[in-house]
């Protein structure tokens, strides 16, 4: 008997839609994996996608081809029809990570394509809007996928990660307002402060510096976390300071350049995507995060974890900072593009000594509340709400 059906639960057969499913794809992808990984003792787990770098006991893989991943578009569409295929029947719950317009549970990691072409926008400038939509397949496509995944249906659930997220949803697809569902991300290890041993280890292994003071960056999308505005405020900060960049190595490059125009690149270490980021928290004493643009940002959450203060953008930008209080668990900065701004903070987290305790103990506490495995089953009881009003 399974531990699902112990407890007096059907176990489930349930299929997992992401394209990437890698541990390197970025937020959303962890967030995917970990509740993989967190249920798969409990239900009978199939992921469909087209990029797999995931191995875990008891989960079934299916990879999607992916012939045409260029134009985007077309590639989404043809993953939408071949996961509907593979998943039309046989299965107790479709959960979508990606824009399909099937799947019961429909999980959204972005703002909405609708949100992103015509918010805020009237009289002409929305006509010129519909123009560029009407004759662009590529955002057809994507608004009549949005479109789908969203319309009203029986038994759909569609779980957003925060409550910035939760709002904007529903003022750009008000028919979603009475099906929407918060689930958080959250994090897989015990919140626990790196040791000074360990953080030597940990540069060492990463082949960063052993002396000075370190902030970390973590994003794959280096212009919308804000990496040109860190780089830019680095060298109005001590020379002790250095700068940990991880993330999509495709955008290295550009921002060498830019590093070298500012005069710090030797204060700047790249170390692209790693397949454990937890090395480069604990090799930190700092996360910066100035993102303009995330629906909720693990990266600040998994560094919370591991004792490190955060000085991150508010919550217009970032979702998880409507759960942060400024001064007490982060620092966080209205303008994301203000260089004095973020370097004034960033100077206050390593020259207060008081101040730097009592984030990174706040921030402990703070992401002691986010364990994956209690998540886990939030999304679970979604699952079983969904199958009860389908009857099954």
Known sequence: MSVAESEGHKRLRIAVLNRHFSPTGGGAERYSIALVEQLAQRHEIHVFAQ?????????????????????????????A??????????FDMVHSHENT??????TVHVLPVKYNLFQGRKGWHLALRWVK???????????????ARFAPQPHRCIVVTSGSLMRQMASTYPVTANALALVTPGVGTTAMRTTPAQQLTARQQLGLPEAGRSIVFVGNDYRKKGLETLLKALPQLPDDLWLAVVGNAAHIPDFQAQAKALGVERRVFFLGALHDVGTAYEAADCLAHPTL????????????????PVVVSS????????????????????QPRDVATLSAALLRVFQEP??????????????????????????????FSCTVDRGQ
């Open 101 to 106: 317009w099937h799947g019961q549970v429909q």
């Open 293 to 308: 643009e995330d629906t909720f940002a693990m990266v600040v959450l998994e560094a919370m974890a591991h004792g490190l």
């Open 315 to 334: 919550e217009c930008y970032c979702g998880i900072s409507g759960l942060l209080t400024h001064g007490v668990n982060a620092l966080m900065v209205d």
């Open 354 to 383: 008081l101040l730097y305790k009592t984030l990174s103990d706040a921030a402990l506490a703070f992401a002691s509340a986010y364990q994956w495995p209690s998540i886990a089953l939030q999304q679970e009881s979604i699952y």
């Open 133 to 147: 939509v009407l004759t662009s397949p590529r955002l057809l496509a994507y608004l009549g996928l949005e479109r």
């Open 81 to 90: 029809t071949a996961t509907w295929w593979a998943t039309r029947r046989g």
């Open 51 to 79: 990029h797999i770098h995931h191995q875990w006991p008891g989960v079934t893989y299916h990879r999607i081809a992916a012939g045409l991943s260029k134009p985007r578009w077309i590639n989404q569409l043809w993953f």
